[in-house]
C-alpha cells in the first residue's frame, strides 16, 4: 500500500506531482491548515505531513496524528511544529535549509545597500514631490568593514558577495575553523573583536539560548560608532530597544530589520525612526526560493517514506539514499542486539556502551545507535522508535558511549552491546552475513554463531553432561518442537549457553521446569521480528 501524504499548506504543483511520480498518494488541500478541527479530524490517515507556516503541528494535532511518521516543512524555520511531541511520538520532522539560502543572503545585501544610502527613506521623499538631494547623504560599501555574526550557510553567501563588492569582512563563529575562514577569505575573530570593528554588522545564527540578545544593550555599547546593523536571521537576536536608544543617540547610524522579536510586527521600537528599513520577513519571498523549498520537501519525504532515506531531519540522524540499502541490514542487526539486551534485562538500565568494530565503526553510527537504542526499550514501551528512543533514553539518565575500532578479529565488522544495570553487566555482539540477515556472534563473553528466529529461549547453564538431553525432553514432553538449537561454552564445566529455535511462544510453566534443575540459571523467551 502506497504511503499518504497530506499537504495542508500551499505548494506548488511540481511539488506534489514529485509525490505522485516517486510512488507516494498525495492529498493536495492548501487551504485546511488554517481550520485545526478539520486537521485534527483527518491527520490519522496519513503518514506524511507536508507544510509551510500556516500549518500549526501543536502536541494536539500530533496525538491525533496517529499513523503519522514524517513532518516536511518547506522553509528552514520550525517554529510551528512542536518537535519534542513529535520526537515522543516517533515523527521525523524535516525542514529544507538551503532551499532560500540565496535569497536571504541576498536580501541582507540589499538590506545593507538601503541602509547605507538611505533609499527608502530617499524614495518616498522624491514619489511626494520634493527634491531633498542633500538630506540623503550616504556611505559607500567598498572598502568598508562588515562583521558577519554567524558564518554558516547563509552567512558564508553573505561573505562571498561582501568579498565580491570590494568589502573586508570579518566573521565570529565558533563553529568556524581558522582553515575554512582562510578558504573564504575572510578574518576570523572573537566576537568583542568584531563590534568595535565593524562598519556594517550582519547576524546570520539560530535562535538559541546563547545567542537570544547576542547584540543586547552591553554589546552594542562595544560597537564602532556609525554602525549600521542588518539583520535577516531571527528576531530577538537583537535588543530592539537598546539599538532604538542606540539610534536616537547617534552611536547607530541606520539599521535594517526583516525579523522581529514578536511577528507579525505591527509594532517595533524601530519603527519611525531615521535611517531605519524594516521589512515584513521577506527573506525566503522570491519565487525561486519558495519553489526550491517546495520541491525538496516534496523529494526529502518521498525519499524517506519509500527508500528510508532522512535527510535535513531536526530530530533524526540523516541517512542518504545512497546509504539507505548499506545500511538497513545493520539497522537490523543494531535492533535485534537492543532487543535480545532489553528483553533480558528487567533492572533499571544505568550505562550502554556500544563498539563498532571493522567496517561498522565507518558507517552512520549515529543511525544505528538509534536503532539500537529502539531495540532495547521496545520490550518495555512498544510503539518507541528511532526518533523516539534516544529521547527517553536521555529522560531516564541513562549514560550512552559508543566505541570505534579499526577491524579486531575474523569479521569484517560487527557491533557489541554491554548494557550495566545496578546488579549486572550483560553483553551481546552480532554481524551480518552476505545474506543480509543478522547473527549472534557472542553473548556473555562467550562466542557462537547463531541465526535470528521469531521465537526462541535463551538458557544459561553451568557446563554439565546431561543437559541437551534433559532439554529436549523437557520441551518435548511440553509439546514443544525445537526446529534448531546453537550451544556454546566459555571453557568445560563452566558457564555455557543455548539457544533453541521453537515454533511458537513457550509458557511459563515450562520455562518453570527448565530452571528446576540446579544447573539451569536462566530460561528466557525471546521474540524477534524477523521482517
Known sequence: ?????????????????????????????????????????????????????????????????????????????????????????????MNTPFGNSITTAEHAIALMFAVARQLPQADASTQAGKWEKSKFMGVEITGKTLGVIGAGNIGGIVCKKAIGLGMHVIAYDPFLST????????????????????????????????????????????????????????????????????????????????????????????????????TPHLGASTTEAQENVALQVAEQMSDYLIKGAVSNAINMPSITAEEAPILKPFIRLADVLGSFAGQMTENPIKEIEILYDGVTSGMNTKALTSALLAGLIRPQVADVNMVSAPIMI???????????????????????????????????????FSDGKPRFIQIKGINMDADVGPNMIYISNTDVPGMIGFMGTTLGNAKVNIANFQLGRDQEGGDAIALLYVDGPVEQAVLDQLTANPAVKQAKPLVFNVD
Open 1 to 93: 500500500m502506497a504511503p499518504r501524504v497530506l499537504v495542508s499548506d500551499e505548494l506548488s504543483e511540481t511539488a506534489v506531482q514529485i509525490f505522485r511520480d516517486r510512488g507516494v498518494e498525495v492529498d493536495f488541500q492548501p487551504k485546511l491548515g488554517k481550520d485545526k478541527e478539520k486537521l485534527a479530524e483527518i491527520i490519522g490517515n496519513y503518514d506524511g505531513l507536508a507544510i509551510r507556516s500556516a500549518t500549526k503541528a501543536t502536541e494536539k494535532l500530533i496525538a491525533a496524528a496517529t499513523n503519522l511518521k514524517v513532518i516536511g516543512r518547506a522553509g528552514i524555520g520550525v517554529d510551528n511544529v512542536d518537535i519534542p511531541a513529535a520526537s515522543k511520538r516517533g515523527i521525523i520532522v
Open 179 to 278: 582553515e575554512r575562514a582562510q578558504e573564504m577569505g575572510v578574518e576570523k575573530v572573537e566576537l568583542d573583536e568584531l563590534l568595535p570593528r565593524a562598519d556594517f554588522i550582519t547576524l546570520h545564527v539560530p535562535m538559541t539560548d546563547k545567542t537570544r540578545g547576542i547584540l543586547g544593550k552591553d554589546n552594542i555599547a562595544k560597537t564602532k560608532p556609525g554602525v549600521r546593523i542588518i539583520n535577516c536571521a531571527r528576531g530577538g537576536l537583537v535588543d530592539e530597544a537598546a539599538l532604538a536608544d542606540a539610534i536616537k543617540s547617534g552611536h547607530v547610524a541606520g539599521a535594517g530589520f526583516d525579523v522581529f522579536e514578536v511577528e507579525p510586527a505591527t509594532e517595533s521600537p524601530l519603527f519611525g525612526l531615521p535611517n531605519v528599513v524594516c
Open 394 to 432: 536521555k529522560e531516564k539518565g541513562v549514560i550512552v558511549s559508543e566505541v570505534k575500532r579499526d577491524k579486531t578479529g575474523v569479521y569484517d565488522g560487527y557491533i557489541k552491546l554491554t548494557v550495566t544495570t545496578e546488579k549486572q553487566t550483560r553483553s551481546v555482539a552480532g554481524t551480518v
